[in-house]
C-alpha cells in the first residue's frame, strides 16, 4: 500500500450491486476544489490534525493525544500520535494492499466549515440526544473520501466516505455508504496498536463484515448507509445548563434511591418552578426526592423519573434519553381499597407513542422533560379565591397613580409624558378557607410605554409568609426572585410596614430595564425651573415679596 500506515488485510471479493437511493452528492462535499488533497491508486500523505484529539479509544488510556492523521487507499482511515506506530484505524472497507486500486480515488481533508459542522453536529444529536450543544460544539471534521473504490472490469466500484467529528475532547464518527459493489469484507469497524494490536470488533457495525448490505440497513441514523458511533475512550460528561446527556444520569445513580441532597433538591425546585411557578418556594421547599432510573430497560435506554415532595406538595419529572421501543403503556394508574384506576394516556404529550417521548417538549425548556403534579388537590386551597384584572386608560385612575408614584419618585411623570395604561390586579379572598378569613391585596402596573412603575398595595393578609419580589423567564433562564420589598417573605407585615408612600401597605417601585430618563435633562422637569420654584417657596415660608413669575 506504499508509503502507508498500516499493513494490510485480507478480503474476499466478489462483484454485485447494491443501491440505497443516496448518490455522490448525498456524500459531504469531497474534492480539491474543498480543499481535499486527492490521490488516485495511492494513499495520500500524513497530515497534521490542528488542533489535537484527546480522549480517543484506543488512544485514551495510554495518555496519547491524536496530532496527525491519513486517508489509506485500501478503506481506512488511520489517526495516530507523534508516534505512528501508536494509533487507531477506522476501516469501513478494508482490502488487501495487493488489491486492484489503480482507479481508485482517495480524498482527504480537515474543516471548520461552519455549515459541515451543523451538519455533522446535527446527526450526531439525533442519534446520541446532546452529545454536543451550543457550549460545546465541534470545532473540526476530518473527511475521508473513496470514490470508485476497487474500480475495474465489470466491478463499478464503491463509494463512501468516513467523518470524525471532535471539538478535541468529545470526539463521534460518521460512515456513510452511498454503494458497495462487492460482497465480504473480513475488516470493518476500530482497532488500535498502542504497544499491542487490538482487532475490530466486528459486531461494531450492524452489518458486519457483510459490507454489501451496509448502504441499505439503518442503525441510529434515518439515513440509509448512515451509521453514527462514538469514538471516546470514556463517554464524555457533557452537561451543564444548555445540554442533557446519558453520563449525567450516572450522577443521580442506578436503580433507585432516596435523597435530600440539597443540589439535586435545589435543581429538581428550578424545573419544576419554572413549569407551575411559585410552587416550591424558601419556605415550603422540598424536602425528599426519589429517584427512579432505568438504564438500557429492554435495551430501550437510560430513563430516569425523580418524584419531588414536602410531603405535602408533591411532583413528577419524568426524563426520557433515548427510548428504542415503539409504544407502552404510560401515565399514572392507582389502585386504592381494591379499586384500580387505569393509566391516562393523556398525561405526556406523546400518549403511548414513547419513541417520541426524548425528541418532544411539554412544559420544560429541556427535550424529553416531563413535569406534572401528583397531588390528590392543587396546593393550597384558591377554590374561594376571586381574581380580577384589566388595562385601564381612566384619566382619575392615571393622575391618582401618577400623584402616587411621583409622591415616591419625584417627577418621573408629568404632564408632558403622563402614563396611558395602568394594568389592575386584584386577589379578594386569597386562600380564605375554613378559620382563614382570606388576604386582599393588588398589584398596578403604570406605564406610558418606555416608563414603568409599580404599585403594591397589601389591604390584609391572613397568611405568614410567602416569595414576594420580581422574578423572570426569558429564552428558558429563570432569573431568581429579588427580595423586592422591605418585609421580605414575611408578608403578614406587608399592610402595616411603609416604604416610599404615606399609606401604609403601600409599595411603590420601578419596572424599567434601565432608570428612567434624568429629569434634569427632560422635557418633563429641568434642574433651572427647579431652582425657581425652590426660590419662590422660600421667600413665600420667610414672608417675603415674592415676583409675579412665581405665580404662574
Given at each position: 500500500m506504499g508509503s502507508g500506515l498500516l499493513t494490510g488485510f485480507i478480503l474476499v471479493i466478489l462483484s454485485a450491486c447494491y443501491t440505497n437511493g443516496l448518490t455522490l452528492n448525498d456524500l459531504y462535499p469531497y474534492g480539491t476544489e474543498h480543499g481535499d488533497t486527492m490521490r488516485t491508486g495511492d494513499s495520500p500523505p500524513i497530515a497534521p490534525l490542528q488542533p489535537s484529539i484527546d480522549n480517543l479509544v484506543g488512544l485514551g488510556p495510554a495518555g496519547l493525544?491524536?496530532?496527525?492523521?491519513?486517508?489509506?487507499?485500501?478503506?481506512y482511515l488511520a489517526i495516530a500520535s507523534d508516534d505512528i506506530n501508536k494509533r487507531i484505524d477506522l476501516n469501513l472497507l478494508t482490502l488487501p494492499s495487493a488489491s486492484d486500486f489503480s482507479n481508485t480515488k482517495v480524498y482527504g481533508r480537515t474543516t471548520a466549515d461552519p455549515g459541515l459542522i451543523n451538519r455533522a453536529m446535527d446527526q450526531i444529536n439525533e442519534a446520541f440526544p446532546y452529545a454536543f450543544c451550543r457550549t460545546s460544539?465541534?470545532?473540526q471534521l476530518i473527511i475521508a473520501t473513496w470514490i470508485d473504490y476497487l474500480k475495474a472490469s465489470t466491478n463499478l466500484g464503491s463509494n463512501f466516505q468516513a467523518i470524525v467529528v471532535t471539538n478535541g475532547s468529545i470526539t463521534f464518527g460518521i460512515a456513510l455508504y452511498v454503494n458497495v459493489r462487492i460482497a465480504?469484507?473480513?475488516i470493518t469497524g476500530i482497532s488500535s496498536i498502542v504497544n499491542v494490536y487490538v482487532p475490530p470488533d466486528p459486531s461494531f457495525f450492524p452489518f458486519g463484515t457483510d459490507v454489501m448490505d451496509a448502504p441499505t440497513m439503518m442503525s441510529n441514523s434515518t439515513t440509509p448507509g448512515t451509521y453514527i458511533f462514538s469514538m471516546n475512550d470514556i463517554l464524555p460528561d457533557t452537561c451543564n445548563l444548555a445540554c442533557f446527556c446519558k453520563a449525567r444520569l450516572f450522577q443521580f445513580v442506578l436503580y433507585g434511591r432516596t435523597t435530600a441532597d440539597p443540589g439535586l433538591i435545589n435543581r429538581a425546585t428550578d424545573q419544576i418552578n419554572e413549569a407551575f411557578p411559585y410552587t416550591f418556594c424558601s419556605t415550603s421547599p422540598p424536602t425528599q426526592l426519589i429517584i427512579a432510573t432505568w438504564i438500557d430497560q429492554l435495551k430501550a435506554g437510560t430513563n430516569p423519573l425523580i418524584l419531588v415532595t414536602n410531603g405535602s406538595i408533591t411532583f413528577g419529572i419524568a426524563l426520557y434519553v433515548d427510548v428504542s421501543i415503539t409504544t407502552a403503556t404510560t401515565g399514572i394508574e392507582s389502585a386504592i381499597g381494591g379499586v384500580s384506576i387505569a393509566a391516562d394516556p393523556s398525561l405526556f404529550p406523546f400518549g403511548t407513542a414513547v419513541m417520541d417521548a426524548p425528541s418532544m417538549m411539554l412544559n420544560s425548556t429541556i427535550p424529553g422533560t416531563y413535569i406534572f403534579s401528583l397531588n390528590h388537590i392543587p396546593p393550597g386551597d384558591f377554590s374561594n379565591t376571586i381574581v380580577y384584572g384589566r388595562t385601564t386608560a381612566d384619566p382619575g385612575l392615571i393622575k391618582r397613580a401618577m400623584d402616587q408614584i411621583n409622591e415616591a419618585f419625584p417627577y418621573t411623570f408629568c404632564s408632558t409624558s403622563p402614563p396611558t395604561q395602568l394594568i389592575i390586579g386584584t386577589w379578594i379572598d386569597h386562600r380564605k378557607a375554613g378559620t382563614n378569613l382570606g388576604s386582599n391585596f393588588q398589584a398596578i402596573l403604570v406605564t406610558n410605554g418606555s416608563i414603568t412603575f409599580g404599585i403594591a398595595l397589601y389591604v390584609n393578609v391572613r397568611i405568614a409568609t410567602a416569595d414576594t419580589g420580581i422574578s423572570s423567564s426569558i429564552n428558558g433562564v429563570y432569573a431568581e426572585l429579588d427580595p423586592l420589598f422591605p418585609f421580605g417573605a414575611n408578608v403578614m407585615?406587608?399592610?402595616?410596614?411603609?416604604?416610599?408612600s404615606?399609606?401604609?401597605?403601600?409599595?411603590?417601585?420601578?419596572?424599567?430595564?434601565?432608570?428612567?430618563?434624568?429629569?434634569?435633562?427632560?422635557?418633563?422637569?429641568s434642574c433651572k425651573a427647579r431652582l425657581v420654584q425652590l426660590a419662590c417657596e422660600t421667600r413665600r415660608v420667610n414672608g417675603e415679596n415674592v415676583p409675579a413669575s412665581c405665580n404662574y
Open positions: 493525544t491524536a496530532t496527525r492523521y491519513r486517508v489509506i487507499l485500501n478503506g460544539p465541534p470545532t465480504t469484507a473480513i407585615d406587608a399592610p402595616s410596614m411603609m416604604l416610599n404615606s399609606i401604609p401597605g403601600t409599595y411603590i417601585f420601578s419596572l424599567n430595564h434601565i432608570p428612567p430618563p434624568d429629569s434634569c435633562n427632560s422635557v418633563c422637569y
